[in-house]
């Protein structure tokens, strides 16, 4: 399985954006998957998840309320809706997909086995 990102930009803070995750192969349905984010300088952190068993989502704490991740199996697609958007959202964001049954905010990274390329978001105030 390939993943392939896209949606990112510049936008105002308050501004929404919608990225995109594209997944090459069928085996898609079968991963949960996740949005990280990485700022210059630091770590790359969990942003949100979601499960293969049921419609549980999972978020970071800074991002509840504003962030929503959602799936479509049949196009193979994950999306990350960002509302209310602030400069410290300011990240390269990438998807990433675990074999494991739920991709939550204690899912080691290590298990993310496949990852996008990123996609820049810049949240300007």
């Known amino acids: 399985v390939q993943l392939q990102a896209s949606g990112g930009g510049l936008v105002q803070s308050g501004g929404s954006l919608r990225l995109s995750c594209a997944a090459s192969e069928r085996a898609f349905s079968n991963y949960a998957m996740a949005w990280f984010r990485q700022a210059p300088g630091k770590d790359r952190e969990f942003v949100a998840g979601n499960s293969v068993i049921d419609n549980s989502t999972y978020y970071r704490e800074s991002v509840k309320g504003r962030f929503s991740i959602t799936k479509d199996s049949a196009k193979r697609m994950v999306f990350l809706q960002m509302n209310n958007l602030k400069p410290e959202d300011t990240a390269q964001y990438f998807c990433?997909?675990?074999?494991?049954?739920?991709?939550?905010?204690?899912?080691?990274?290590?298990?993310?086995?496949?990852w996008g390329q990123g996609t820049q978001v810049t949240v300007s105030s």
């Open positions: 990433a997909a675990t074999p494991r049954p739920a991709a939550t905010p204690g899912t080691p990274r290590s298990v993310f086995g496949l």
